[in-house]
């Protein structure tokens, strides 16, 4: 399938696009307006943080409003639109998966934030002020270690670990159910398995043999995790694919159905309102009043 949005590196975002810098900490009030689309993909993680201000931030038709006292988590591969702010000060850390881990081959340091690569957690985590004075002094630590001549990535990548760290034992104290780490991991491989493969349109025996566990414990993480089942999982992602292709392209019905592997387009369509309560052309018509079209 030919990717419809443009996927931009961290380079972009500082009006370098041929740079491979892998980190970057950048604050509101210093840094220049990046050269991309208002609507756009990342190849990495971002974390915005608001100190005074708001915002209106978009996530794959998922609309929240960023309050001072808060971070604003957007990954990898979410389609994702700054819609408008208001005199803001704070800023942005940028970081690739391979900054973060930096030499380390297992993921699982990263699959255990619950907060990252989470389609069923909010993005945007407001904080107490003593608790966000906590955070903003290892944000300052961070911008003092970049902004050295000398400047050392091991030492960044330990405060990024820090500042992340911090962030989900906040997040563990404010939920009354901790999720099983071993699960988050499990779902988090799933997600990834499903990501590359959710074209084809597969069951979830697939997935469950690819991560060589039972379907029923599949389900049993899927469940703990999202409360959702592994197959309205896998669905609500195809779902997500045709609301993108809906929205900025001009495939037919018919087109994306079959681009989608769906059997024929009316079951397309009946799966299409089962999960969104619109049928396509309602959507469509919908979200181009909403969203620019290509």
């Given amino acids: 399938m030919k990717e419809i949005f443009t996927h931009y590196n961290i380079g972009h975002f500082i009006n370098q696009p041929a740079n491979p810098t892998e980190f970057e900490i950048l604050r509101f009030e210093k840094m220049e307006e990046p050269n991309v689309d208002d609507i756009h993909k990342h190849s990495f993680y971002e974390i915005l943080w608001t100190e005074k201000g708001k915002s209106k931030q978009i996530i794959d038709y998922n ?24 005199s803001l000060t704070g800023g942005t850390i940028l970081f690739t998966e391979d900054f973060y881990l930096l030499n380390r081959i297992n993921k699982s340091t990263l699959f255990e934030l619950s907060f990252l ?6 993005p945007c985590i407001e904080f107490t002020e003593k608790e966000f004075s906590d ?29 992340l760290a911090q962030v989900q034992r906040n997040t563990d104290s404010k939920t009354n159910n901790v999720i099983s780490k071993k699960y988050l991991i499990q779902f988090k491989e799933f997600k990834e398995v499903l ?15 690819r991560l060589h566990i039972s379907q029923h414990h ?62 396509p052309l309602e959507f469509k018509s919908e979200m181009s009043d909403k969203y620019r079209t290509r």
């Fill in 63 to 86: 609309e929240y409003e960023v309050n001072p006292n808060s971070l604003f988590f957007i990954s990898p591969n979410q389609v994702h639109q700054f819609e408008e702010w208001k």
């Fill in 195 to 209: 990501e590359k493969n959710f074209i084809e349109n597969n069951t979830a025996k697939f997935y469950a043999d």
């Fill in 218 to 279: 599949l389900n049993l993480i899927c469940k703990e995790i999202s409360n959702k089942t592994a197959t309205e999982i896998i669905r609500a992602r195809s779902i997500l694919e045709a609301k993108r292709l809906l929205t900025f392209t001009n495939k037919t019905i018919s087109e994306i159905a079959f681009e989608l592997n769906f059997t024929d387009s009316s079951y397309f369509a009946k799966t299409f309102k089962s999960v969104t309560k619109q049928t």
């Fill in 117 to 122: 690569d989470n389609l069923y957690s909010n």
């Fill in 135 to 163: 955070i903003l002094s290892l944000i300052h630590q961070i911008e003092i270690e970049h902004n050295r001549k000398d400047r050392n990535p091991t030492i960044i990548q330990a405060y990024l670990h820090i500042l």
